[in-house]
């Protein structure tokens, strides 16, 4: 096949502080309009600064030039197929920007008296609605900066519940199929992990719950759809033992994209659940962030969600911060907005129907690539899979040629490489997580190019080796980063 | 349908393809019966014109910083940014990538941190410095996670003249790991942290002291004498910064003692955006880098010896560590980063000096004619561009009254701070030109004088 990866011409750029040359100034600031304060009649000479050493002094179009040049090296959803496993990586539509643009949105103060930023708090309450509704839950709080932080969040209301009852409890159940952040966030919210593993078929089974599941334990913390993409079946059997022993289910909502429209988690359920708006619900990822985590709870758990609330009487919002039993603050101020903003004008754009669609068509895709790949790479489970599928390398180990070869040679191909080596209980695993915004023709191109490259594993396994090749840089050596740290520049 | 390109036609094909006959048989896996039988309760979709109608609807309900004088600061500042941080973080290559886990298609983002790195290492004097957390508060929360862990201590001494939000949130994040916290008060003339109140609450098991600077009321902190008290414990001193655009005047956390830096980067290159998403800093020395939490990048060749950037350290990270890792933290806050290293760059060392002064000279401008109309500072400690005030009125009747001449007048206290009942945090920057601090100083001579009728 030809690869849809051609040459372009990249240029290279320095880092920043060697393009120096002391004296210039991008942006200037503005002029003073009063008078200059006498700096050092007021504060003692030993609190004043000298030099902020190495501070770069560039042009304005020099620094146009770098990050433009910068920015050229990297890949993203606008530049490609980034069939990235867990992350959703669906298209960033543009009205969103524009929508958390506006001046009456970005600039906005979060001390501003309430009845100044009544569009604003509209906008947040309408949204906890939305996914209270999508997701089958009591209350939302969009507090949370990220999925991790709603995990802790969720974690510590559970947490809350149980010292507030005057039965505190000290364990959470996680599958090994877990994303690590699970594990991560019940021991910052103070509980002891305790794993529990997937049955034969990649789910969980009520009879390994059992085993597991007593009056310690605070939470089962599972992920619906799974990370191997596979719904778990016996969630209300599982939820329903959970709850008799008194204990929370949390779902780590990271795969709702599979679900929309189609079942509600709060209804098989579940209790809390985290919401990462980078990932359903459009917003970019901004490589490596900002997202956004809001929580949903049942109601049980509401009076613990963080302050402030959101609230409406008759037809005025306001903060709410006299919560007695509230866990407290994730942050300072309300949390992300502006993704807010963009999460809710895809809500409105989508509408229930088109959410729906989404999912179906998230999973359409999904089980399109499963269907084509299986038998050319290997399947360990293989099932109608919901919005992601994963497979592992087995049958090219036998070339020398591990899953992070077929990786990279997937960027030669022109295409971002899947989520590697994730979840952990598939030995070299890849999760393919296609979403719903890509056409049928580039599920199927990539469907050519990773059939071509178990080919080349077969027949010439050094040009997996060797990929990419026509990337800015070659295999990076990220052992030497580690060794031989250098984690920022210095004037050499 | 919006973003979804599928026609009836490619959908048959995919059904077809994967053997089955209906979307349904792919499901078979749900809880019968559990299936939603209707459509989810949401208002119908909107094609985009009608979308952005309604949006720009809701956003006009709102008022900006732009439409009345706003004074307000308290951990986010309303500074210029200029066009190209805009323009610049809009390239979709930066803003529609994820965490550069791929480091050969991701060289943009990486280097683009690499340099945010040694940005904040420049600006707080310190040796390291992460990729980013969510915000100054969480920042403060995991700076004192990470004081225990290098410490192996627990007690946590957080200064009344912190953020009180910070503070809060300090207290959720560490409730699970037990708390142990205290708060050291401030003292209430000079409006800053007491040193004595330090030592009062200081112990053999205190893993970290945290003060900002300038503190909350605004009021610069004594961080050397305070380092000299933390330092005799053989605990950490953590020097907390809202206000980064100080470091541009003020001597600099690094040279002050102070072991970790952490803070809000917001006002370089951040809108105010309602609250977020802002920009948590951190840096450290060296040697406590294996505890520092959150994403970093490392400068490394490629396997032709070409320099490369990827990210390094990940032993520390959840994704390896699991529960042992040095934090939970996944996303962070990468494209805050970016515009904020864009503008840094863009002031460049003359002109973060040169604002650092013009807001400084700003304050203390207002601050000079708010004297004239009788409105006397609270504290007698310097300050960079906020300060306290007391008022002989209620400061919620005052800030109603500007209201009316749409001037945000700051922020009272009395919600955080129960005894400044009649105390106002006020901010000048760039942004408040001379005839608005004029008119804030007039409006306010005439709401605490009213005319005599």
């Known amino acids: ?492 | 349908m919006p973003y979804i390109p599928h026609t009836d036609k490619d959908a048959r094909t995919i059904l077809q393809a994967v053997g089955a006959g209906s979307i349904d048989e792919l499901l078979a896996s749900l809880p019968a019966g559990s299936r939603l039988k209707g459509p989810l309760n949401l208002p119908g979709g909107l094609p985009e014109q009608e979308l952005k109608a309604l949006l720009r609807d809701l956003s006009s309900r709102n008022v900006t910083t732009g439409e009345y004088s706003s004074f307000l600061g308290a951990g986010a500042y309303n500074h210029y940014i200029p066009s190209v941080v805009d323009s610049l973080i809009s390239r979709s290559e930066f803003y529609t990538s994820y965490t550069p886990y791929q480091p050969e298609i991701s060289q943009g983002t990486l280097q683009a941190i690499f340099e945010y790195q040694t940005l904040v290492c420049q600006l707080t004097s310190m040796d390291v410095a992460n990729a980013s957390l969510y915000d100054g508060a969480s920042a403060v929360a995991e700076a004192a996670l990470m004081a225990r862990r290098i410490t192996g201590k627990e007690g946590i001494i957080l200064s009344a003249a912190l953020h009180p939000e910070y503070r809060e949130t300090v207290k959720t994040y560490l409730v699970g790991t037990g708390d142990h916290i205290s708060e050291a008060l401030y003292c209430t003339e000079a409006g800053t942290t007491l040193p004595e109140a330090i030592e009062k609450n200081i112990s053999d098991n205190t893993a970290c002291v945290v003060v900002q600077h300038p503190n909350f009321f605004g009021s610069l902190e004594d961080l050397a004498a305070l380092s000299e008290v933390v330092h005799r414990k053989k605990a950490l001193l953590i020097a907390v910064v809202t206000e980064p655009i100080s470091l541009g005047l003020l001597r600099p956390p690094g040279v002050l003692g102070c072991d970790i830096a952490v803070g809000e980067n917001q006002s370089f290159g951040n809108p105010l955006s309602y609250g977020g998403p802002y920009l948590g800093f951190m840096a450290t020395k060296t040697e406590f880098v294996r505890q520092m939490p959150g994403r970093l990048v490392g400068q490394t060749v490629d396997k032709n010896g070409k320099r490369a950037f990827c990210l390094t350290f990940s032993t520390r990270e959840q994704h390896i560590r699991r529960e042992r890792a040095t934090s939970n933290i996944c996303t962070n806050h990468g494209l805050c980063a970016l515009a904020a290293a864009i503008h840094m760059t863009s002031l460049g060392e003359g002109g973060l000096k040169k604002l650092a002064r013009l807001n400084f000279s700003k304050a203390e401008y207002l601050k000079n004619r708010l004297k004239t109309v009788g409105v006397e500072p609270a504290f007698r400690g310097q300050t960079f561009n906020e300060f306290t005030v007391r008022l002989d009125k209620d400061p919620e009747t005052i800030l109603k009254s500007l209201l009316k001449k749409k001037i945000i007048g700051g922020l009272a206290l009395k919600r955080f701070y129960p005894d400044l009942k009649q105390h106002l945090l006020i901010t000048a920057t760039e942004m408040n030109s001379k005839g608005e601090i004029d008119a804030f100083a007039d409006a306010m001579a005439g709401v605490l004088v009213p005319a005599a009728k």
């Open chain 1, 1 to 492: 096949m030809s690869m849809n990866g051609a040459k372009g011409l990249l240029l290279e750029e320095p880092v920043i502080f060697e393009k120096s040359s002391p004296g210039r100034t991008g942006v200037e600031p503005a002029s003073f309009d009063v008078p200059e304060a006498d700096i050092e009649g007021i504060i003692p000479k030993q609190m004043l600064r000298g030099a902020i050493e190495g501070f770069p002094d560039v042009s304005e179009m020099d620094i146009v030039r770098h990050y433009t040049r910068l920015s050229q090296w990297n890949f993203g959803v606008d530049s490609g197929f980034y069939p990235l496993g867990s992350c959703t990586m669906k298209y960033n539509p543009k009205v969103n920007e524009e929508a958390a643009r506006l001046p009456g949105f970005a600039m906005l103060h979060p001390y501003e008296p309430e009845e100044l930023t009544q569009g604003a708090l509209q906008l947040m309450y309408e949204l906890e609605n939305y996914l209270a509704e999508i997701s089958g839950m009591d209350a939302v709080t969009l507090q949370p900066s990220a999925g991790a932080h709603g995990e802790l969040c969720g974690l510590l209301a559970i947490s809350a519940y149980f010292k507030d009852k005057g039965r505190p409890r000290t364990k959470v159940i996680i599958p090994d199929t877990a994303h690590g952040t699970n594990p991560a966030s019940s021991h910052l919210a103070g509980f002891k992990v305790v794993p529990v593993k997937s049955e034969g078929r990649g789910v969980l089974s009520l009879d390994a719950i059992k085993g597991v599941m007593d009056r310690d334990v605070a939470a089962l913390m599972l992920t619906n759809p799974n990370t191997i993409g596979l719904f778990e079946r016996n969630i209300k059997e599982i939820a329903d033992f959970v709850h008799k022993k008194g204990g929370f289910v949390y779902c780590d909502g990271a795969n709702l994209n599979a679900l929309m429209g189609i079942i509600k988690l709060g209804e098989l359920g579940v209790d809390v659940i985290q919401f990462n708006l980078h990932k359903t619900f459009s917003t970019p990822h901004g490589g490596g962030g900002p997202g956004s985590g809001p929580v949903g709870v049942k109601k049980a758990l509401a009076p613990y969600l963080p302050v402030p609330r959101i609230k409406k009487t008759r037809s005025k919002y306001s903060l709410d911060f006299n919560r007695p039993k509230s866990i407290g603050r994730m942050k300072a101020f309300y949390g992300n907005f502006s993704i807010m903003v963009r999460a809710y004008s895809y809500i409105r754009r989508m509408g229930a129907e088109g959410l729906k669609r989404a999912s179906e068509t998230a999973i359409l895709n999904a089980n399109y690539i499963k269907e084509n790949l299986k038998g050319t790479y290997h399947l360990p489970y293989d099932e109608p899979c919901m919005h992601e599928c994963v497979f592992s390398d087995k049958y090219q180990l036998g070339s020398g040629v591990a899953t992070m070869d077929i990786a990279k040679r997937l960027i030669d191909y022109g295409f971002h490489p899947p989520t590697v080596y994730f979840p952990l209980v598939v030995h070299g695993a890849i999760m393919i997580e296609p979403t719903e915004t890509e056409t049928l023709e580039t599920l199927d191109k990539f469907i050519v190019a990773m059939k071509a490259i178990a080919e080349e594993a077969k027949t010439s396994p050094q040009a997996l080796k060797d990929a990419p090749a026509n990337t800015k840089v070659q295999r990076v050596d990220e052992t030497k980063a580690a060794r031989e740290p250098i984690l920022r520049w210095r004037k050499g």
